[in-house]
Nanobody, 127 residues
Framework: QVQLVESGGGLVQPGGSLRLSCAASGFTLDRFIIGWYLQAPGKGREGVACISSSTGDITYYSDSVKGRFTISRDNAKNTVYLQMNSLKPEDTGTYYC???????????????????WGQGTQVTVSS
């Protein structure tokens, strides 16, 4: 079965950190651009961080997370990570990952992909 599974979410206080994981099964992740998307309560999904295929040497971050979040990939583990530091209440929501190809890393984040999504992982930043 081809799927991406997100994990690592939880409840954290403002200023805290979390590391999200996006693990692939049924296909090899290294040939795809991967994006992380946030769906905040009552809003649509928006790209927060994206990483190029293969070596992952190109990354893109939305202005809201730049300098606080870091996206990385471990192709040996078929997994992409999102390290989230200095978390803010506005980072609250469900985080999803999605694969892409045939586009730029920046466009992968700016234009949220259509299609099916996994179950996501919930992040709540609250004191």
């Amino acid at each position: 079965q081809v799927q991406l599974v997100e994990s690592g979410g939880g409840l954290v206080q403002p200023g805290g950190s979390l590391r999200l994981s996006c693990a692939a099964s049924g296909f090899t992740l290294d040939r795809f651009i991967i994006g992380w998307y946030l769906q905040a309560p009552g809003k649509g999904r928006e790209g927060v961080a994206c990483i190029s295929s293969s070596t992952g040497d190109i990354t893109y971050y939305s202005d809201s997370v730049k300098g606080r979040f870091t996206i990385s990939r471990d192709n040996a583990k078929n997994t992409v990570y999102l390290q989230m530091n200095s978390l803010k209440p506005e980072d609250t929501g469900t985080y999803y990952c999605a694969p892409g190809a045939g586009t730029s890393v920046e466009n992968m984040c700016i234009y949220t992909p259509s299609g099916s999504w996994g179950q996501g992982t919930q992040v709540t930043v609250s004191s």
